[in-house]
T-cell receptor, first 112, second 115 residues
Framework: GNSVTQMEGPVTLSEEAFLTINCTYT??????LFWYVQYPGEGLQLLLK?????DKGSNKGFEATYRKETTSFHLEKGSVQVSDSAVYFC???????????FGSGTRLSIRP | DAGVTQSPTHLIKTRGQHVTLRCSPI?????VSWYQQVLGQGPQFIFQ???????GRGNFPDRFSARQFPNYSSELNVNALLLGDSALYLC??????????????FGPGTRLTVT
């Protein structure tokens, strides 16, 4: 079945450091790929998405490229801020778009 | 515009009891999905409803049921609660169902604790 595997956390970085959170997936067909973010005390928010191979999703300085050849969708940001501290979830929808399949989440903490 | 709202915010129940969680979607959205998020894990899909019909079901026991009302709000019911049902229950709404339903907007969740 479809599944998502993402980098285990927690990840702790200093402010202005470069961020990569790895995500790989297993899916039949052509899934849509997502990164969701969950800030402390808040609900899940869609951060970015990509719906076909080689698409790049971007938002708030974060980027991820849909790589079909490596079945990956790694999240990157060039310079992180303390306000980026949150839990990040990689996710996909397959043939059943009603069902989002989430990874286990990566907790990111940014030190001032 | 108001986002997805859920009630109650927190709930404590005893094993064997029944619980009802409620969700109001964003105005104009006709699809509601429910997810269970156990502490330290990603959300797991439970149900999707669109136009008051069940359109998807995850791998959860029959103790879990849901329905959607004519105003598109939804209830999630869990019978015979187990300790393992303790989790954050998330509701998400989207404008449409089926293959266009990936644009899902999540509510803040209901934290259920079973003792």
């Amino acid at each position: 079945g479809n599944s998502v595997t993402q980098m285990e956390g927690p990840v702790t970085l200093s402010e202005e450091a470069f961020l990569t959170i790895n995500c790989t997936y297993t899916a039949t067909g052509y899934p849509s790929l997502f990164w969701y973010v969950q800030y402390p005390g808040e609900g899940l928010q869609l951060l970015l998405k990509a719906t076909k191979a080689d698409d790049k999703g971007s938002n708030k300085g974060f980027e991820a490229t849909y790589r079909k050849e490596t079945t990956s969708f790694h999240l990157e940001k060039g310079s992180v801020q303390v306000s980026d501290s949150a839990v990040y979830f990689c996710a996909l929808t397959g043939s059943s778009a009603s069902k989002i399949i989430f990874g286990s989440g990566t907790r990111l903490s940014i030190r001032p | 515009d108001a986002g997805v709202t859920q009630s109650p915010t927190h709930l404590i129940k005893t094993r064997g009891q029944h619980v009802t969680l409620r969700c109001s979607p964003i105005s104009g959205h006709k699809s509601v999905s429910w997810y269970q998020q156990v502490l330290g894990q990603g959300p797991q899909f439970i149900f999707q409803y669109y136009e008051k019909e069940e359109r998807g079901r995850g791998n959860f026991p029959d103790r879990f049921s849901a329905r959607q009302f004519p105003n598109y709000s939804s209830e999630l019911n869990v019978n015979a609660l187990l300790l393992g049902d303790s989790a954050l229950y998330l509701c998400a709404s989207s404008p449409r169902g089926g293959t266009d339903s990936y644009e899902q907007y999540f509510g803040p969740g209901t934290r259920l604790t079973v003792t």
